[in-house]
């Protein structure tokens, strides 16, 4: 059977950790993309954010790819309209499957985002909790990046940051928030640290676990539980959907193609940590603007 080919796009490494989730639950070709040059997007305008999404969504779509996740919590709050409008393949972000998920979990119909600063700026797991009819309390939490980046993982002073954020949020919060949101694609390698600071009655919502959820969805019922969908469909969709639709036996492999756009070798040593296999081959693209 044909494996799915899924591109994959971040600004940097982050995305790692929903290229991971995906391909522990999802035989497939995985083409990864880290706008490693031009990172951090959270400092840039959305018309910016917009271009270089759109320029990394041309060039994954030329490895021929299925379906697009744009693994990047900016450049789904900033752009994902945009970049839905400008890809030629179906395209998921990582915001909506985090807030579906947290709606499916809370019984208080409370929760708690906790993000980068831009996420949080952009009030886009707000938005999209409130249409799922959770109320949300935001947090900021820019030390965990580069304590993550660093492998402080298990570090005491990400512990004593991640007490200090969490007791904030909770101070602010309703009371009755039952979910934390883990909204930026590094927090769930502290993933564990989180809970065992968090409340014991809170459960924690991983957006990268939710996006792969939603992926594995789209690819599984696509054709397969809907065959009645490329009825009346026109060659071109039809062709588009094969792919996807004629997946899919447990015992078939992963492939992996990763390229960046900038240092290799930094790429190399984050990935493997994020990922929890050693990544070899790397390749530099300059896309340019």
């Known amino acids: 059977m044909t494996l799915p080919r899924i591109g994959v796009f971040d600004s940097g490494v982050g995305g790692l950790t929903v290229l991971k989730a995906m391909a522990e639950q ?17 400092t840039k305008s959305a018309e910016t954010v917009a271009r270089y999404a759109i320029g990394a969504t041309g060039f994954l779509e030329a490895q021929n790819i299925d379906l697009l996740v744009i693994a990047c919590n900016t450049a789904t709050a900033l752009a994902f309209p945009r970049i839905q409008q400008a890809a030629h393949v179906p395209v998921v972000g990582v915001v909506e499957p985090g807030a579906a998920m947290a709606a499916e979990l809370s019984k208080s119909g409370a929760a708690i985002v906790i993000a980068t600063e831009a996420t949080v700026s952009s009030h886009a797991y707000r938005d999209a909790l409130q249409r799922h009819g959770v109320a949300a309390h935001e947090k900021a939490c820019p030390l965990f990046v580069p304590l993550v980046e660093e492998g402080w993982i298990e570090h005491p002073v990400t512990e004593q940051v991640a007490r200090i954020y969490l007791g904030e949020a909770l101070q602010q919060a309703p009371e009755r928030a039952d979910v934390l949101v883990l909204a930026c694609t590094h927090y769930p390698l502290i993933a564990p640290l989180l809970r065992r600071i968090a409340p014991v009655h809170m459960q924690i919502v991983d957006s990268a676990e939710s996006t ?10 696509d054709v397969i ?20 639709a004629a997946t899919m036996s447990p ?37 340019g603007g």
Do not use: W
């Open 26 to 42: 999802l035989p497939a070709h995985y083409f990864y993309f880290g706008d490693t040059a031009r990172l951090p997007y959270g």
């Open 251 to 287: 015992a078939e492999h992963r492939t992996f193609r990763f390229y960046v756009t900038d240092s290799t070798d930094k790429f190399k040593r984050l990935a493997t940590r994020f990922l929890g296999r050693q990544v070899d081959h790397v390749e530099h693209v300059d896309l």
């Open 212 to 221: 792969a959820r939603v992926v594995k969805m789209i690819i599984e019922e």
């Open 225 to 244: 539980c809907h065959p009645e969908r490329n009825e009346g469909a026109s060659a071109t969709e039809r062709s588009r959907r094969t792919p996807i």
